[in-house]
């Protein structure tokens, strides 16, 4: 019942999803949390700052079990001077991200996790609204450090608004990477996970610990490729 890249989405994770927009628990619904990984002893180690909403604060889990602390663990076993910064925030969109994007840009970073846009397509935000600012955290990264390395996550809707809309939405992701090169792109963030009621909580949106720890897989991929 797994979610396959570039396929449709199922029907359980439509009516998920479409429920919880609706009134149950979901991403755009859930309480703030603020996760920050912080790592002893390593005074020299770059910065990898994950920027996105409860999917990266790892909502309903553990801080040792958020995505951002299982790369963590990664980069450890091999020995990486990187520090994984956690700063997900449940229910930002890409509105309420990029208000409070040079705020947290003033701690140095070294590669920048872009993960943003779902809470923007369930509650129908026009596509050229996200679109837009997604490039514009994209082009203030790069601009406050030049140096800084761009990882943007993809992410997909279930067609409550339309397939018009879900398609328009699925779209912006691979359009901005195509347009920004120097980006690294990860089509879609909960490929393997997302329509799974194993590998999400009750809520059907987000994922349980062995669903953060599949995303966790997923995301170092292509992380590992920038380090």
């Known amino acids: 019942m797994k979610l396959k890249l570039n396929h449709l989405i199922r029907p359980m994770f439509i009516l998920t999803l479409f429920i919880s927009a609706c009134g149950s628990p979901a991403v755009d ?48 076993s091999l020995n990486l001077s990187y520090k994984c910064v956690n700063a997900g925030v449940s229910g930002e969109t890409t509105t309420t991200g990029l208000n409070r994007l040079p705020w947290v840009l003033k701690q140095k970073v070294d590669v920048f996790v872009l993960e943003l846009g779902a809470n923007d397509g369930l509650r129908g935000i026009p596509v050229a609204t996200s679109k837009k600012n997604l490039i514009a955290m994209i ?54 996970v997302a ?16 669903g953060a720890r599949i995303v966790s897989e997923t995301i170092w991929t292509f992380l590992k490729e920038v380090l």
């Open 195 to 210: 329509g799974d009621p194993i590998l999400n909580q009750a809520d059907g949106i987000h994922p349980t610990v062995e």
């Open 29 to 76: 619904n859930a309480p703030v949390e603020k996760k920050e990984v912080k790592i002893e002893n390593k005074k020299e180690a770059k910065t990898i700052l994950f920027f996105g909403n409860s999917l990266t604060a790892g909502f309903g889990l553990s801080l040792e079990e958020s995505f951002p602390l299982l790369i963590q663990k990664k980069v450890d």
């Open 139 to 192: 082009l203030k990264v790069q601009e406050t450090y030049p140096k800084a390395k761009v990882v943007l996550c993809g992410m997909q809707v279930p067609p409550n608004m339309g397939e018009t809309y879900a398609n328009d939405f699925k779209a912006i992701y691979p359009e901005i990477a195509a347009a920004h090169p120097s980006i690294r792109f990860i089509p879609f963030l909960l490929d393997g």
